[in-house]
């Protein structure tokens, strides 16, 4: 049965929203969850913007293996608030000129780079050079060759690099990996995925989304990866070839430097046809649906912060899935703090956010061809297949 989609309207402010938005159920007993287990993994969390305030450091209070150590900031008031609200002592707060010091600190094992994706390769250089651990929000950088650098530093580090693909921790997207892995659908024909929302230059977390330099590529970068990593991860397989197409108001004082509507294509060595959009200019949306030869797959919401549903239409009397809420974001924490340990496989590493960021810069290629074919070269194969990797776990 389809869930009723709660807390619509704090929802559909969607990725942009500066709101705490709890995720249901993992907000059971927030005293309770305080509790954190013997070697919970410290966290700094460096850039204190929207994610960080409205999702992350939130989450950081319930996650039982992993917990705020530090906050890394431009801006020193703020930090000083957030550290005196998470009970921090200020010798615990950084700033962008003093991120290395990181390295003297036992208290921080993690570093969680929240910064715009023109910052996320150098950030992550510096502190793996610090011996900490990054786990780097996703588009993982604006260029392949940033990408590169980032896992051939963690691997000179010894140290785990986790790309924040979120939905890969998130329990709507991990049964309809199960559901897909199970050939419920038959045989898969088409993943169809369509991501966007409202941009606005007035708001400084849409400024750099909306520069190409700062973004590496606008919606495509910012919201179409999720479409593209869905298609991916609910195929099991790896595109071999892209086409995209855009549509951007060059008049639009918000789209001089990225495009706005692209939609793409992908073929996949099974058959499988995987198609999509990213778009700054339309209200917030972000679902999916897989086709198969029987049934088709249906995730509207597919990749909110809550509120995800997920129905199996064309079969009689198909028992629908149920799937409990929890909090993504703190299951994708723990999750990273048991890598580290040394207790769970990394399944969304480095390699995994170079994939995503080959196929981004195909399309773009295509874009700026007209269209054209564009072969995806690497032979990238995910190690872990989340499906039956990320146990849904009940310790957020
Ligand atoms: P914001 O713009 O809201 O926050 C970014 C923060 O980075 C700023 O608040 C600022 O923090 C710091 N910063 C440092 N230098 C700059 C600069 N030159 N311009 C702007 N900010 C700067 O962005 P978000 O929090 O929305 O996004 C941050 C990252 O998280 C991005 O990579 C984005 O793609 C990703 N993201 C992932 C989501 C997910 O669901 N996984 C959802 C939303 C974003 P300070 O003032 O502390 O220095």
Redesign the pocket.
């Known amino acids: 049965m389809e869930r009723e989609v709660t807390r619509r309207g704090v929802i559909e402010l969607g990725?942009?929203a500066?709101l705490a938005i709890p995720a249901a159920g993992a907000m059971a007993d927030a005293a309770q969850a305080q509790q954190k287990s013997p070697g919970s993994v410290g966290y700094a969390v460096?850039?204190?913007?929207?994610?960080?305030?409205?999702?992350i450091l939130p989450a950081l209070k319930r996650t039982k293996n992993a917990h705020l150590a530090a906050?890394?900031?431009?801006?020193p008031e703020?930090?000083k608030r957030l550290a005196a609200e998470y009970g921090l002592p200020e010798t615990a707060i950084y700033s962008?000129d003093t991120f290395d010091s990181i390295a003297k600190d036992p208290n921080i094992q993690v570093v969680y780079?929240?910064?715009?994706?023109s910052?996320?390769a150098d950030f992550t250089v510096r502190a793996f050079k610090a011996g900490k651990h990054v786990l780097c929000?996703?588009?993982m950088a604006v260029t392949l060759a940033e990408c590169e650098r980032m896992i051939a530093a963690g691997k000179a580090a010894n140290r785990q690099l986790m790309i924040?693909?979120?939905c890969q921790y998130e329990p709507v997207n991990v049964t309809a990996m199960q559901i897909m892995r199970k050939g419920t659908l038959g045989t898969p024909r088409l993943v169809s995925a369509v991501m966007g929302k409202q941009t606005d230059l007035s708001d400084?977390?849409?400024?750099?989304?909306l520069d190409m330099a700062?973004?590496g590529g606008g919606a495509l970068?910012?919201m179409g990866i999720y479409g593209i990593n869905a298609t991916r991860y609910l195929l099991l397989e790896e595109p071999v070839e892209v086409r995209g197409w855009a549509r951007t108001d060059r008049n639009d004082p918000r789209f001089k430097t990225v495009d706005d509507l692209i939609a793409w294509q992908m073929r996949f060595p099974s058959g499988a046809i995987g198609e999509g959009s990213s778009c700054f200019s339309q209200p917030g949306t972000m679902s999916w649906q897989a086709i198969g030869s029987d049934r088709r797959m249906v995730a509207d919401p597919g990749c909110f912060?809550g509120g995800n549903s997920l129905r199996i239409v064309g079969g009689k009397n198909d028992p629908q899935p149920q799937v409990k809420e929890m909090d993504q974001?703190g299951n994708e924490m723990n999750w990273f703090a048991d890598v580290v340990r040394g207790k769970s496989p990394n399944v969304s590493p480095g390699e995994e956010g170079l994939q995503d960021m080959r196929i981004i810069h195909a399309i773009q290629q295509s874009v700026a061809n007209g269209g054209a074919s564009v072969k995806i070269a690497g032979g990238y194969r995910r190690a872990y297949d989340p499906a039956t990797t990320v146990g849904i776990r009940t310790s957020v």
């Open positions: 990725m942009g500066a460096v850039g204190l913007g929207k994610l960080s305030i409205g999702q906050l890394v900031s431009g801006s703020k930090a962008y780079i929240v910064l715009p994706n910052m996320h929000e996703k588009p924040a693909y979120r400084p977390s849409d400024v750099w989304r700062m973004s970068a910012d912060y974001f």
